[in-house]
Structure formats: structure tokens, C-alpha cells
């Protein structure tokens, strides 16, 4: 098996060499990111920080955080975003990321057909030329992790 780039990107997180947009929040146990390979903006990650390759590796701490992770992040997409909802997925069946994380996908009401559900997937993986734009996500990473960290207890 190669190396997991989500271990990697986490070790630059750690390091604090991070972008905004992927070191957008930071909990006990999640970290909150930007999709660096989409072309729709809004495209968040919730990645566990350590490495499991199965949900049900999970501690019960890790499964109540992100269930409050997933209903926060959703929001404050909704608010920054526009978005009526959002998508939720989780594979961890990359080459590259084994690791666990979520995908939390923004859904637009005028969203193109063949973005809808499961082909919304074709958005991510795109060419460099077709990428979200790094300062677009730059901006909504700082809202967003703003908010996220007004809700610390």
C-alpha cells in the first residue's frame, strides 16, 4: 500500500504549514478541510485525525463528535454557501486515502443534473485547470472555520 496522503496533509496541519482552506477547524479528534481536488467550491472533508481505515474502528468519543461535526459543518454550509442541503459520503477505498473521512458536498438548488447524488463524485479527482479557485476557497474556509469555532464549549 502506498502512503496515506490524509496522514500526510494532517502532519502539515500539525506542523501549522497548512492553508486556510486545509485547516479550516480543528477538534480533539476531526479536522475540518476543503476538497483540494473539486471543482465546486464548498466541497468540505471531515477527516479523523488518526488513522483507521473502518468506521467501525471508531472510538465512541470519535462517532459522538462527528456526528455533531457533520450537523455543524452542514449549517454553516448552508449559510455561506447558499446550499438547500448537503451530501454526506464516506468510502476511505482511495489508493491514496484509506484513512477514514467524510465527504459534506454543498447541493444548490440549480444544481445540473448530472451533479445530483452520487454523480456529483465526477466533481472531484478534476484536472488542476478545473479546480475551485484557491482564494475562493481560502475566504469561505475563514468563515466557515470562524463560525465552527464560535461553537467550541
Same mark, same amino acid.
Given at each position: ?7 500526510? +496533509? ?10 486556510? #482552506?486545509?485547516?479550516? $477547524?480543528?477538534?480533539?479528534? #476531526? ?8 471543482? /465546486?467550491?464548498? #466541497?468540505?472533508? /471531515? ?21 455533531? +461535526? +457533520? ?7 448552508? &449559510? ?6 448537503? $451530501?454526506?459520503?464516506? @468510502? ?9 473521512? @467524510? ?7 440549480? &444544481? ?5 447524488? $452520487?454523480?456529483?463524485?465526477?466533481? +472531484? ?13 481560502? &475566504? /469561505?474556509? /475563514?468563515?466557515?472555520? &470562524? ?7
Amino acid at each position: 500500500m502506498s502512503p496515506c496522503k490524509s496522514c500526510e +496533509l494532517m502532519r502539515q496541519r500539525d506542523s501549522g504549514a497548512a492553508p486556510p #482552506w486545509d485547516n479550516i $477547524y480543528r477538534s480533539e479528534h #476531526w479536522d475540518v478541510v476543503h476538497a483540494y481536488n473539486s471543482s /465546486l467550491l464548498g #466541497w468540505l472533508v /471531515l477527516i479523523v485525525r488518526r488513522h483507521i481505515e473502518a468506521l467501525d474502528e471508531m472510538t465512541p468519543a470519535e462517532a459522538t463528535e462527528l456526528g455533531r +461535526l +457533520l450537523r455543524e459543518v452542514s449549517l454553516a454550509l448552508k &449559510q455561506h454557501t447558499g446550499c438547500q442541503k448537503t $451530501y454526506i459520503m464516506q @468510502f476511505a477505498e482511495s489508493n491514496e486515502h484509506p484513512h477514514v473521512h @467524510f465527504h459534506i458536498v454543498p447541493r444548490q438548488a440549480d &444544481q445540473a443534473p448530472d451533479d445530483l447524488a $452520487y454523480r456529483v463524485m465526477r466533481r +472531484l479527482g478534476v484536472p488542476l485547470s478545473e479546480r475551485c479557485d484557491e482564494a475562493e476557497m481560502n &475566504q /469561505l474556509a /475563514l468563515a466557515i472555520g &470562524q463560525q465552527l469555532k464560535a461553537l467550541r464549549p
